[in-house]
């Protein structure tokens, strides 16, 4: 299993249209069939350059699925996001492999 993982500095001026737009923007992403779920999370840590940072972590089905998405999807989601917030956004992505997974079982 994969993660593609998306963080985004969001400059202040457009946090809250951004933090919508994401919002919205996820199950966009989720309805092309190539990852089973997504998780948005706040990154807690201070900026020099300042604004609020976000990771969005989405779960793959699989690597085909994976290199399927970079193939057809992110090229057209990279430009939307460009788009709309431009110099107001300073985005990288990272992809993890999940190894194992534990939860804890209370009795």
């Known amino acids: 299993m994969y993660i593609y993982n998306v963080t985004a500095n969001i400059d202040n ?9 994401i919002k919205e923007h996820i199950p966009v992403v989720l ?15 201070e900026e020099e350059m300042g604004g ?3 990771s969005v972590q989405y779960k793959s089905y699989s690597r ?3 290199d ?5 999807d992110a ?6 996001a ?12 990272t992809e993890l492999q999940i190894i ?4 804890v079982n209370f009795k």
Not at 13 to 21: F, G
């Open 13 to 21: 001026a457009v946090h809250t249209e951004w933090l919508t737009w």
């Open 31 to 45: 309805a092309t069939g190539k990852f089973e779920k997504a998780t948005l999370t706040r990154v807690l840590v």
């Open 52 to 54: 609020v940072t976000y």
């Open 64 to 66: 085909e699925a994976l």
């Open 68 to 72: 399927a998405f970079y193939k057809e």
């Open 75 to 80: 090229e057209k989601f990279r430009l939307e």
């Open 82 to 93: 460009l788009k709309k917030f431009a110099d107001k956004m300073l985005t990288f992505t």
């Open 100 to 103: 194992d997974e534990y939860t």
